[in-house]
Every structure is written in structure tokens, then in C-alpha cells.
């Protein structure tokens, strides 16, 4: 208790011990270390654990009792007592909003039209808990040693095969990192790349997170435009020819949902052979392709080693995983193995075993195809019910993106959408603060059943109309 309440008590001072104590524990109580109802230790136990007398430690707790802090009783013991909180100066460290444009899609419960979620009607719960839970308790049957900082050997295994089936990527297990998701995989390759001071190429609109990541890391980023093809390498050249590294989603770009060309794929590849530079390539959805089979992963045709490929399975199994990686290029292997020791080892490996059963045993690969025909029902069922009331709209990914006219406040609309237990996306909030902003709405539809979309839809038309 004198380590949790940070009681530190200086026999030399002239403040009486049992003063002492009774104020460590209301600076305890009046920072919320201690709530109301938490029981203190008996005088014996918190004597005996401080060394002092228990008349002490009782003249304490009288003290706390005569100011209606704490209550005794004889079945109950001394416990806090209810009171009301107190107000705490403002900290302009903190702010109550935490900045909801761009980290709403995280911060909010699961509401219809989410971003960034996977749907969790259709996930087989009982044999992921099950896999989970005898993960679990090897885990606690292991021997206590520090496990591998790279990843547990048997992920990293299943992770190269399904890259190699999925996404056309050749690699060895010792070529993959297992990272806290996808911004664990972002900040260690960033540490590796040693990029500091340098520019970066980021696709506008690009994932909001990702282009703070990059100033974070104490990179400049320079937005790049988007179009029909992806990112527009020729603009990249033009206007930053000797970028540090560029930062894509070219699988299905984040948030447009079109995918890199071939022709600028073999483009943005030339550029780094021959500037040397690096391309991060964020595979966010991975094979969730609705439309189509699923185009090979930008690494996959990387012959020079110029491609770091990062995933996660936030959006195939769950966000509450924590669960990504790294697929580094062999030039690169001993750096990150060295970073991943010191600054960013692997999660807990129960977590991972239990991934790695579900990827050995077929049922992952079972899954995406499960949830490949639902994703796409609702895509289609959401652009139907859209398109009835007037609103032209078009497939993005695991998202359907709906334009708004020029004017339009995404923003005020996504945050009124909010008060209805709707949560779309504003795409303005997705383009360089810098750049010109369109205004738009994403509409995720991994969270939205079809039997809710005619209710959502006239909810929102209702607050397109308020706030154009």
C-alpha cells in the first residue's frame, strides 16, 4: 500500500508521522489513486509494512475520518469515502476533444457507417476464445524467460506462407517483425530508416495518422496528389525528386480505394532504385478486395530491396490484437532485429500463438473469404439505398465514399452524425492541411447491417441538408 499511495515518510521532519500519512493519503484520495469504496489496510498491516507504531497509523486515520475522508466499520473495514470529485485545473497538455477528425475512427464505440473496424457479426468468436484461452495458459505454464522480441517463430512462419499465397511477396521468417499493429510496424521501420531531416512522400488524401507519424519521426512531409492510378509518381519526381522515402497504400489507396497502377508501380520502384530511396508500403486491407481478386503487393515486384511491407490483422480479425508486422528487404534484417530488441519487441505471445493456430489450421484464410461476400453485400446494399435518395456514390475499400458539394461541412456533419450513433468519416479531414480540401464523407460499411441502412441514410441526408 506505501508503494501504490507513494507514502514516503522522513523520520527527521518536523510534520508528526501519522501527519504524514494522513496527508499522503488525501493527496491519494484527491487524485483519484483512490476512489470511493477502496479499503485501506488495517493499522497492523500498514504498521508493520512502514515500521512505525499502529497508534500511529490509527491517529492517521482518525484524522482522515474527523475530515469525512474515510469511514470504518467492523465488517467493512476503513474505506475512502464518498465524496464529491474535484475539479482539476485545466492542463493545456491535455484537451477533452483529443482531436475527434482524426482519431474518431479509434476513439468511438462501434456506430454505424465506422471506419477502420471489421465487423464483429460475423468473426467465429467461440473458436478465437478458445484458441486465445489455451494460448493463454501455456503462456503462463512457459518458463519464465523473455520471449523472442522479433515475434514467436510459429507466426512469423504462417505470416511469410499466407504472403507468399496472398500477395505474391517470396520472403523468409526471419524477414518479418511482429509489431503492435500497423503504427507499431510505421514507427520502427521509421527508427530504422534513419530518415531525420529529410522529406517524405505522402498520398492527399492519405490516412491522417500516418502523415503525423511521419512529422513525429521529424520527417517533412510532401503531399502528393491522388488520382484514378494512385499516387502521381511524375508529380513526386517533379516536386520532390530527392524524397527520403514515400509512404503508399497502393493495394487499395487509403481513402479512395483505387488501386496503384501497374505503369506507376514499376515507376515509384525506378525512383527509389535510382534516387535510393525507400517506400513504405501499407497494406492495410491486405486481400480484401470486394470487387476483384486482390492486386500483388508493391513488394512483391521490388527486385532492388527498396519496399518495406507492413501489415496488421486490425481489419481481417480484430484492432484489439495489437497485432501487425514488418516485412523488411535482407539488406535491412540485423537493423530491425536490433531495434526491435531495444525499442519495440513483439507483444505478449499468447496473443500471437493463438493468431498463428487460427492462420495453420485454415481458419483465417475461411474467414476472409466469409467476410469478402459479406463486406461486399453491404457495399452494394449501402450504394443502392444512396444512390434511391439522390446521392451518387462509389466503392472505397471496406468503405463507400460519398461526395458532397462544394461548401459542405463534412466535419460539422460527421461530428453531429455522432449524437445518432452514426460515425462517418469527413474526408477533408484525410487531405494536407496545406492542400485544398474536398469535402466528402466515408461511410464504412464492415459495421452497418443492411436492415439499418434505410433509417441511417434518411438520417444523414437529413444532416448533409443542415449543415450545406
Known amino acids: 500500500?506505501?508503494?501504490?499511495?507513494?507514502?514516503?515518510?522522513?523520520?527527521?521532519?518536523?510534520?508528526?508521522?501519522?501527519?504524514?500519512?494522513?496527508?499522503?493519503?488525501?493527496?491519494?484520495?484527491?487524485?483519484?489513486?483512490?476512489?470511493?469504496?477502496?479499503?485501506?489496510?488495517?493499522?497492523?498491516?500498514?504498521?508493520?509494512?512502514?515500521?512505525?507504531?499502529?497508534?500511529?497509523?490509527?491517529?492517521?486515520?482518525?484524522?482522515?475520518?474527523?475530515?469525512?475522508?474515510?469511514?470504518?466499520?467492523?465488517?467493512?473495514?476503513?474505506?475512502?469515502?464518498?465524496?464529491?470529485?474535484?475539479?482539476?485545473?485545466?492542463?493545456?497538455?491535455?484537451?477533452t476533444d483529443l482531436q475527434p477528425l482524426l482519431y474518431q475512427d479509434f476513439l468511438t464505440g462501434t456506430s454505424i457507417f465506422q471506419?477502420?473496424?471489421?465487423?464483429?457479426?460475423?468473426?467465429?468468436?467461440?473458436?478465437?476464445?478458445?484458441?486465445?484461452?489455451?494460448?493463454?495458459?501455456?503462456?503462463?505454464?512457459?518458463?519464465?524467460?523473455?520471449?523472442?522480441?522479433?515475434?514467436?517463430?510459429?507466426l512469423r512462419r504462417e505470416i511469410a506462407a499466407h504472403l507468399a499465397l496472398s500477395r505474391g511477396i517470396e520472403c523468409r521468417p526471419s524477414q518479418i517483425f511482429i509489431t503492435a499493429g500497423t503504427s507499431g510496424a510505421l514507427g520502427v521501420t521509421l527508427r530504422v530508416l534513419k530518415a531525420e531531416g529529410r522529406s517524405a512522400w505522402v498520398e492527399n488524401p492519405g490516412f491522417p495518422p500516418s502523415r503525423r507519424a511521419l512529422e513525429i519521426a521529424r520527417l517533412a512531409p510532401v503531399p502528393i496528389p491522388v488520382d484514378d492510378d494512385g499516387i502521381d509518381v511524375a508529380y513526386g519526381i517533379h516536386h520532390a525528386p530527392d524524397a527520403a522515402l514515400a509512404l503508399v497504400t497502393p493495394g487499395q489507396q487509403a481513402p479512395t480505394g483505387v488501386p496503384l497502377s501497374l505503369a506507376r508501380r514499376v515507376q515509384l520502384i525506378e525512383w527509389a532504385k535510382r534516387t535510393e530511396a525507400w517506400i513504405i508500403e501499407d497494406d492495410y486491407l491486405g486481400e480484401l478486395q470486394l470487387k476483384r481478386r486482390a492486386a500483388p503487393a508493391l513488394a512483391s515486384l521490388d527486385g532492388t530491396g527498396r519496399v518495406v511491407h507492413i501489415g496488421s490483422f486490425s481489419k481481417t480479425i480484430s484492432p484489439t490484437l495489437r497485432l501487425g508486422f514488418v516485412v523488411a528487404p535482407t539488406t535491412l534484417v540485423s537493423e530491425f532485429a536490433e531495434a526491435v530488441m531495444c525499442l519495440a519487441p513483439a507483444p505478449g505471445p499468447a496473443v500471437q500463438l493463438a493468431t498463428a493456430e487460427f492462420m495453420r489450421d485454415g481458419h483465417y484464410m475461411?474467414?476472409?473469404?466469409?467476410?469478402?461476400r459479406v463486406y461486399a453485400g453491404r457495399s452494394n446494399a449501402l450504394q443502392t439505398t444512396l444512390q434511391s435518395i439522390g446521392y451518387p456514390a462509389r466503392p472505397a475499400g471496406l468503405a463507400v465514399l460519398l461526395w458532397l458539394p462544394e461548401g459542405a461541412r463534412d466535419s460539422l456533419i460527421a461530428r453531429e452524425a455522432l449524437t445518432f450513433g452514426l460515425a462517418p468519416s469527413p474526408l477533408s479531414a484525410w487531405f494536407s492541411p496545406a492542400g485544398v480540401q474536398r469535402p466528402g464523407l466515408l461511410l464504412g460499411v464492415a459495421t452497418t447491417t443492411e436492415g439499418q441502412l434505410p433509417a441511417a441514410c434518411d438520417r444523414l441526408n437529413q444532416l448533409i441538408h443542415s449543415f450545406s
Open 1 to 95: 500500500m506505501a508503494k501504490i499511495l507513494d507514502l514516503k515518510l522522513d523520520r527527521t521532519a518536523k510534520t508528526s508521522l501519522a501527519e504524514q500519512i494522513r496527508i499522503g493519503i488525501t493527496a491519494a484520495i484527491d487524485s483519484g489513486a483512490l476512489m470511493p469504496g477502496a479499503r485501506l489496510p488495517s493499522w497492523l498491516d500498514l504498521a508493520a509494512q512502514l515500521g512505525i507504531a499502529r497508534g500511529t497509523v490509527k491517529t492517521a486515520y482518525e484524522r482522515l475520518a474527523d475530515k469525512q475522508l474515510v469511514v470504518s466499520s467492523r465488517s467493512g473495514g476503513t474505506r475512502v469515502a464518498d465524496h464529491p470529485a474535484k475539479i482539476a485545473l485545466s492542463d493545456p497538455s491535455e484537451t
Open 115 to 154: 471506419n477502420g473496424v471489421p465487423a464483429s457479426d460475423s468473426f467465429p468468436v467461440t473458436l478465437f476464445a478458445r484458441l486465445r484461452a489455451h494460448a493463454a495458459r501455456a503462456e503462463v505454464a512457459a518458463p519464465l524467460i523473455y520471449p523472442d522480441p522479433r515475434g514467436e517463430p510459429e
Open 366 to 372: 475461411r474467414h476472409l473469404r466469409r467476410m469478402k
